[in-house]
């Protein structure tokens, strides 16, 4: 699997770092601690480019067909 | 309806060789999928028909369907490195897998169906003194338990495990392990074929190809499942669907704490017997744990790809990982050719530990969350699960997997990681 991180360019997955599933937003803090939303079809998700320019990513991919969405830097608007 | 096997025994087969009839049948049958159950079972995987037989078996509850989305035993239950044992650090979680532990050994017989349990040994591999205190601690904390295990010197390593050269220069030189000389393998399509035939014979409704999509609610409890065949009406739901836990917890409204990854496996082309223990060699925050096969292949396997994934493929780059410390273990394997490599989808939780609970309603129930230990724990937890869904009660073996041990502070961390399953 390949990332296109929006610095590098598209980068082999190893350079990656997964992080964490991005929590529901209204959740409260046990929840964002210990549940996941965890959908099969869509998943949006924390990574860093830990072995490039160390950004952090939220990316949208279906883990089942390993398709990538959607990447864009943490913070930044979409 | 076809009919199924025999009972198996050397008498039978003997007649069976002399006479001309019909021995060798189906293992269970095709039924006819019915509008109603008492129980309807989620996933014929192991735990899925473990707790069907065990349900029919001990409870004598008679009208039992088990739905599987695919094949019996497409899931994790053919896809695991066969080894089971019981040698965990809490005591919540070494008494569970020591009673699953227990049954293996009886398991062919209690079956009538050889699962060809062989405790040929699981060796931890110490590669350092604070790995050989940890080791001892843990070894100390199973014997006060009752639990088999024997702390290995070099000298007793050597003896044991032939293949593993000692005297190598290593970056992480190996000084001793931890055996326990009951835990081992077993053939694991066995133990899928095993309880569907066990649980086929005792008139559980084992249906191939009907994926639940849905449960169907009424004054807040769940009156049956929608499937891809129509809707089925149940008075009792159990969901055992390794692999697919949390995306089952999302489709019926409530977050889990899973996260569900990918674990690889592989398997060398087949020599002659080189391996005759299971080794695990941790180190460096890597894994690798390697058995030889009846067939003759190095069946290996190590941590988790790191990120969610349903693929059911691994990554190259961790595959890589793999065989380098399995040839840095064992450098006289360098030279073979990879056979078969495969991945599993595994619910990883936020402690490392199952989840055995209700779900939502009063009568919907969760057997999930295994994380890397789902084969071991299958007799186990069929039984035990059968025992909760039957009663209504969960049994102390099984209570400690509660679902709201997290907002508790309950947590049966066995690496002590956190909640991050990735690391688990």
């Known amino acids: ?78 | 309806m076809t009919r199924t096997s025999p009972h198996y025994s050397a008498a039978a087969l003997l007649r069976a060789a002399l006479g001309r009839g019909d021995y060798w049948r189906p293992l269970w049958g095709k039924p006819t999928l019915e509008s109603a159950y008492d129980v309807v079972v989620v996933g014929a995987g192991g735990h899925g028909l473990a707790t069907a037989y065990h349900l029919a078996r001990d409870h004598g509850i008679k009208r039992i369907a088990v739905l599987e989305k695919r094949l019996v035993g497409y899931g994790n239950v053919g896809r695991n490195t066969t080894i089971v044992r019981s040698n965990y650090l809490l005591p919540e979680n070494h008494y569970f897998y020591e009673d699953s532990l227990r049954r293996w050994e009886t398991l062919s017989r209690d079956l009538n169906f050889n699962v060809m349990y062989s405790p040929r040994g699981v060796v931890d591999l110490a590669t350092s003194d604070d790995d050989m205190s940890t080791l001892a601690r843990r070894g100390n904390a199973l014997r006060l338990a009752g639990i088999d295990a024997v702390l290995l010197d070099r000298a007793g390593l050597a003896r044991f495990v032939p293949a593993l050269d000692l005297n190598l220069p290593r970056r992480f030189p190996i000084v001793g392990g931890l055996l326990q000389p009951r835990g081992g393998t077993v053939r694991h399509d066995a133990v899928a074929w095993g309880y569907a035939r066990a649980a086929a014979a005792l008139g559980v409704h084992i249906i191939e190809d009907c994926e639940v999509t849905g449960v169907r609610t009424a004054a807040g409890v769940a009156t049956g499942v929608e499937t891809t065949r129509g809707y089925v009406a149940a008075n009792r739901i159990v969901f055992a669907v390794a692999g697919h836990t949390g995306a089952i917890g999302t489709l019926l409204g409530v977050s889990l704490p899973v996260e569900t990854h990918l674990l690889q496996a592989m398997v060398t082309e087949p020599i002659k017997p080189l391996l005759s223990t299971v080794l695990i060699y941790m180190y460096a925050d890597t894994d690798v744990y390697i058995c030889q096969s009846d067939r003759g292949g190095l069946v290996m396997g190590g941590t988790l790809d790191g990120f969610p994934s349903y693929t059911r493929e691994g990554q190259w780059s961790h595959l890589e990982q793999v065989v380098q410390s399995a040839v840095a273990l064992l450098p006289q394997i360098g030279a073979l050719r990879m056979l078969r490599q495969w991945a599993g989808t595994n619910d990883m939780t936020m402690d490392g530990s199952p989840l055995m609970d209700r779900l939502r309603w009063d009568n919907v129930f969760l057997n999930g969350g295994w994380c890397y230990g789902g084969f071991k724990g299958i007799p186990a937890s069929g039984a035990a699960f059968a025992k909760f869904v039957a009663s209504g009660t969960a049994p102390d073996l099984i209570k400690a997997y509660r679902l709201s041990r997290f907002a508790t502070g309950h947590m049966l961390d066995e690496r002590g990681a956190g909640p991050f399953p990735a690391r688990q």
């Open chain 1, 1 to 78: 699997m390949n990332i296109p991180c929006p610095f590098c360019g598209r980068r082999d997955v190893e350079e990656f770092q997964f992080r964490t599933l991005v929590p529901d937003p209204d959740a409260e803090a046990f929840a964002r601690l210990y549940e996941r939303v965890n959908r099969s079809d869509d998943s949006l998700e924390y990574w860093q480019h830990v072995s490039g320019c160390r950004a952090w990513l939220v990316i949208r991919r279906n883990p089942t067909t390993a398709e990538i969405h959607e990447v864009r830097v943490l913070g930044e608007a979409r």
